[in-house]
């Protein structure tokens, strides 16, 4: 499948590094692709882009809107910051696509842990859905760490939850499929964007259990009754 | 041990019959004795208070004020809108106590699931903490249904984990003892009370996976590479 990545950060990397072995037509989408492909020096957990693109030469690098105009599948990992700008500017090209968003709406700018910037009463799942009308929204692999997002059968098994919330059932089994491949055994439907909020607001909790164990590899199982 | 548990619904019964139970001296703490043990219509989720302690006849009930002073520890599970103006008109009482405070921040006047009515950058126990600022507060037990909190191996096998947060560390190994007596076995220490925030936050996710699976009998189980 023809796929877009929007992002080059870790989240965006994960992915495309992942759906590539997967054999998918993968292009990564970002602002300005040369200045992306000259970053050499690593992110705070990132690998550089540039030094990554040269690792993973199948993957094609393009401009947002040239990412998603072909793309039969978005992958949304943009920094918060920047998120609905960028998603604003190439909105016909997103037009009846499904767009899985993972951005976590992360405020930095008093230090860390970062605040949210939207939650309670919104989500950033469901500002991307209002920004993009005629795009499928899937809210989903934002409640782990990259790694865990495209391998989870690296920690536990695999067995541990995905969650995902959207407002079109076939985007959302759109996703199933993508995660499957990845290899997520347990994954829960939340129901519509509405419930991106709490896959959202799970962070702070993220954040807490992230500083105490001093590692981000792990994730929530849910241990049910009915276990599901 | 004397125990004061504060409040009448679910949750603060669930605590005092467990406690009662383990042989504590437990009295329950209200706003007006007569008029709570003159109910008989049950709550939505509750049993009707005053059929409860005719069932728990070792239980004593008493004001609020005479409740928490002659207790040793304070469980406090009284609901968001009235349990700031309860605990300032019985801080003297409080002071220099242990205070698990398990009440979520919740404001059902706009509907269920209900909205958060602080959030993000406050969380309902530092509120608590900074009304009693000589009392040790300890989040506790707020993430999971009041029958897990007190008998944690119904579900699982106890195999699920108990999150805490509080500045005293000599209070959380009390509370620690009382979960420990419940039957918890997995209890992660998050910090101080500014971690409440990600215990509360993480409510609207725990809404959504009730909605689901339509029952609350469900936790959380951590799984990761240092299996705590």
Partial sequence: MKIAVLGTGMVGQAHAAKLSELKHDVTVGTNDVDKALARTEPGRMTEAFGVWAKQHPAVKVATFAEAAKDAQLVIEAISADAVIDVLSAI????????????????????????????SNDDSMGETVQRTLPQTKVVKAFNTVNARIQVDPKSLGSGDHHLFMAGND??????????????????????????????????FPLWAEIYAKLGSAVFNYKIVSQEGI
Same sequence: chains 1, 2.
């Fill in 91 to 118: 909105k016909d090209q997103l037009d009846g696509k499904v767009l899985v968003d993972i951005t976590n709406p992360l405020d930095f700018s008093q230090g860390t842990p970062p605040r949210l910037t939207v």
């Fill in 169 to 202: 059932q076939a985007a959302k089994d759109e996703t199933v499929k993508i995660a499957k491949a990845y290899g997520w055994q347990n994954i829960l439907d939340l129901g519509d964007i509405k419930s991106a909020r709490g896959l959202e607001m799970v």
